[in-house]
């Protein structure tokens, strides 16, 4: 991998790449971070070697989100399409992709596991989007989330900012399976493996074929344009980062 990396790690070996988000304690996504995560999928994406890619984090959380002083006017249309296309890298990566979460996914972390193909949790992992609660909500979850868990669970996470536990999350089906915290790296190695032993160039043509019947991401781009032109004009979006940022209970205009 070129170039130093100060807030992701990337190892490769038997077909295995490992993206690991090193910003502890938290994994809080800044818009250099995100630079890094997309400069080490586009590189990692053009490996034939690959068979299969694996999502991890190091620290107390898998990452609490995007950073919210990076939703402020003078940066929020760098940092949203920014992330979008990690998003989208995530999803569109050429060979199936294994999200190990071992704690906390929230706002943008739960996005970036849910772009996901596969994703295995920790028992004390929890799964969450509280963006509605800043006055904002999640473009890539509005996206994707109701594919996967369908609309009304979709709607009530969006709508209430709520988060599930692990074992809720893999019975509505947003993660794969939930397992105890000791068997949880055993679990992510074994499905790793298990991939990992497989045809490269069928896993390919796997993954392309479900983007085929499942991607969804040309809405994505209108999702985009919701949040920059329209949300991002409103006095309540701003006031629910300023609240937040000054740690005081935000005061709604409703406009």
């Not at 074992?167 to 298990?194: C, H, T, Y």
């Amino acid at each position: 991998m070129s170039g130093n990396l100060q807030f992701v790690d990337w190892t490769s070996g038997d077909g295995i790449g490992r993206l690991t988000l090193n910003r502890p304690p938290l994994n809080i996504m800044n818009i250099p971070m995100l630079r890094e995560m997309e400069r080490v999928l586009e590189e990692a994406g053009s490996d034939d070697t690959l068979r299969v890619l694996i999502l991890a984090a190091k620290g107390k959380l898998f990452s609490a989100g995007v950073d919210v002083t990076d939703h402020t006017p003078d940066r929020v249309h760098e940092m949203i399409p920014l992330f979008d296309r990690v998003c989208a890298a995530l999803a569109t990566f050429p060979v199936p992709t294994l999200a190990a979460v071992h704690a906390a996914a929230l706002g943008g972390g739960c996005e970036i596991a849910m772009c996901c193909d596969l994703v295995i949790a920790s028992e004390n992992a929890s799964f969450g989007q509280p963006e509605i609660r800043l006055a904002s909500f999640a473009p890539v979850a509005a996206v994707r989330l109701p594919a996967l868990v369908g609309y009304r669970k979709a709607a009530e996470m969006l709508f209430t900012g709520d988060s599930i536990d692990a074992k809720d999350a893999a019975q509505i089906g947003l993660i794969n399976r939930a397992v105890p915290s000791g068997e949880f790296e055993s679990s992510v190695e074994q499905m790793a493996g298990k991939l990992g032993d497989l045809s490269a160039i069928a896993l390919r043509m796997c993954k392309e074929a479900l983007r085929v019947t499942t991607g969804r991401w040309a809405s994505l781009a209108d999702m985009e344009r919701l949040y920059l032109e329209k949300l991002m004009s409103t006095e309540d979006a701003h006031e629910g980062l300023a609240a937040f940022l000054l740690k005081r209970a935000p005061e709604w205009k409703h406009k």
